[in-house]
């Protein structure tokens, strides 16, 4: 029992994405791999020494051996407290909120998040600073930076410690308490929402679906919404975290969740249906034969952000990012609230929201948030909901048609090209730069391009610059086509294509999604050649 320096050498590619560093389990099982990276955080975080860490992950394949594996490294380093979820849980939402509740220097999130796990699926890991939110760029590529040249890793001979039993252990000079995954979570949603309300709405009868996906939200969503506030049981289904999801793919979108988006299509349809991803920190919202988009989501949330008790003293200002539809800025503009557009990755709100700028956060991709923690919050979205639900009687659809009504319809839709060869993806997006500077003024069909730019972003905060993040042709009407290659894939490369079209009108916001935006959908394979350099008749996925 003793703590030894292990000789190792640097592995490629060992740099985070979108939201850390994400590979095949079957890549992560490799000698040294998963140490090599975490003896880079532990380099690159000397305040872990003599700190406190938060460890826990979505429970997927992998996660209980990455864990002890963590626990002997953090020993050897010098860690003197370890929080880590029992079983080795915690999800992503709730690792940012226990960070901040215990005063941790960071924390580690096992997680390849909506990814399908099992043996020959995804595994990954992020770091979290103090502020409980995703490390910003300039800690995750000094954390690449090391892992290219390091040489060896320490670690802490030991046995196991049983992480499925709640208690406190040592290992060497390090303390390790294995805590309840959901008790801390639980008492900050039951600050931020109106429990009695919500409890009274299902008193009343209504019904809802939680699709857990086989994921990370059960436990959170069984504890809260069937034991606090007294659903019925059956309320939440697939509830129970399973090493390889039980087979599902756990994205929360009408592609994935389909099960889901059939049950509240069917004539003894709940009220309200949800789901949410492997590491619960995304979430989808639909009503009784009503699918919400989640930028459309945001907008509601901004709009009736008073109508909620962690909210009723006003926000401070939103934000979205830059794929995400513009519904939001509409709420912003008639509210007089500032609105910032950040680029893909939830790290880039952190900045804003410990300066207090804004107080809701949104992607497009089935993300939604508040300063409450430093990430995206499934659970904590799904609750927003169930109380607007609760104190408004109205149905979802009510809500929606409501808004649209009041600020006008962002048509929106996402189409991606999953796997896609590399070289044909990188040459797609280069065609695209080629254009920009003459697109300005052009007639696309019956549209005007008013920028074609490669979004870059200046942090208002500490002026960060975040270069190459995404090609946007935004129309003189204020429709969009944005593309990006995805930086959370582990297979080829992936594709994203974003269009959103805005009608006032609300003769028109009846019209189905895709025919709304067919003219836009030809303007994007035109400008990219999309069928051409990718040998794809149609989108993979579309949500
Ligand atoms: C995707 C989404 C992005 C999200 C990220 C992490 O990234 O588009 O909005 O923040 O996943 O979500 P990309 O680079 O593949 O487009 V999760 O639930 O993995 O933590
Ligand atoms: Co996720």
């Known amino acids: 029992m003793s703590v030894s320096t292990v000789t190792t050498t640097a592995f490629a590619g060992q740099r985070p994405g979108t939201s850390g560093l994400r ?7 490799q000698p040294h791999y998963l140490e090599n990276f975490v003896q880079a955080i532990f380099d690159v975080v000397p305040e872990l020494k003599g700190g406190t860490l938060v460890l826990g992950g979505d429970g997927r394949y992998h996660n209980r051996a990455a864990v002890q594996t963590i626990l002997q490294m953090a020993a050897a380093n010098g860690v003197v407290r370890v929080l880590v979820g029992q079983g080795g849980l915690l999800s992503t939402p709730a690792v940012s909120c226990v960070i901040r509740k215990h005063g941790a220097v960071g924390g580690i999130v096992l ?31 000094a954390i690449y930076e090391r892992t290219t040249t390091i040489t060896e890793y320490k670690t802490y001979q030991a046995e196991a410690i049983d992480i499925e039993s709640l208690g406190e252990y040592t290992l060497g000079g390090m303390q390790v ?33 939680f699709d857990s996906m086989c994921a990370a939200s059960g436990p ?11 659903a019925p049981k059956g309320t939440v289904v697939n509830g129970i975290p399973l090493e390889d999801f039980g087979g599902l793919h756990p994205d929360p979108n009408p592609v994935y969740a389909d099960d889901l988006v059939a049950h509240l299509m069917a004539t003894d349809a709940p009220d309200f249906g949800a789901a949410s991803d492997g590491d619960a920190d995304r979430n989808m919202v639909l009503g009784r034969n009503f699918l919400v988009t989640p930028s459309d989501s945001l907008a509601v949330m901004a709009a009736n952000a008073q109508l909620i008790k962690g909210y009723a003293g006003g926000i401070a200002g939103v934000a979205r990012s830059m794929p995400t539809s513009c519904a939001v800025d509409a709420v912003a503009k008639k509210l007089g609230l500032p609105c910032f557009e950040t680029p893909t990755g939830w790290k880039f709100f952190g900045n804003l929201l410990d300066a207090g700028k804004v107080t809701l956060c949104g992607e497009e991709s089935y993300g939604t948030g508040s300063g409450h923690v430093r990430e995206k919050d499934g659970v904590w979205a799904v609750l927003f909901w169930l109380n607007l639900l609760a104190v408004t009687g109205k149905s979802v659809e009510e809500i929606v048609t409501a808004h649209w009504q009041e600020y006008g319809r962002h048509f929106y839709s996402r ?13 797609l997006m280069t065609h695209l730069r080629s254009q920009l500077a003459s697109l300005k003024e052009q007639k696309l069909g019956a549209f005007t391009v008013a920028l074609a730019d490669d979004f870059a972003y200046d942090d208002p905060i500490d002026g960060s610059r975040s270069e190459k993040q995404g090609i946007r042709v935004v129309m003189t009407d204020g429709s969009r086509v944005v593309f990006r290659l995805s930086g959370t894939g582990t297979e080829g490369a992936t594709l994203r294509v974003y269009l959103e079209k805005y ?5 028109q916001h ?34």
């Open 23 to 29: 590979k095949k389990v079957t890549v992560f099982q």
């Open 111 to 141: 997680s390849a998040s909506h990814n399908p796990g099992g043996p020959d699926g995804d595994f990954g890991i992020k770091y979290n600073v103090t502020n409980g939110g995703p490390a910003p760029e300039k800690i995750t590529e």
């Open 177 to 209: 308490i294995v805590i309840d995954p959901v008790s801390d979570y639980a008492e900050l949603m039951e600050s931020l929402f109106d429990f009695d309300k919500i409890r009274a709405w299902f008193a009343s009868g209504k019904r809802m679906r």
């Open 220 to 230: 959170y969503a069984t504890r809260i919404i069937e034991g606090l506030l007294g």
């Open 415 to 427: 189409h991606d090209y999953e796997a896609v060869d590399t070289d044909a993806a990188n040459g």
């Open 503 to 507: 009608a006032a009108d609300a003769a």
């Open 510 to 543: 009846g019209v189905a999604t895709q025919t709304a935006l067919a003219e836009l959908i030809v303007i994007a394979d035109q400008l990219a050649e999309i069928k051409t350099r990718t040998g794809r008749d149609a989108a993979t996925v579309v949500t």
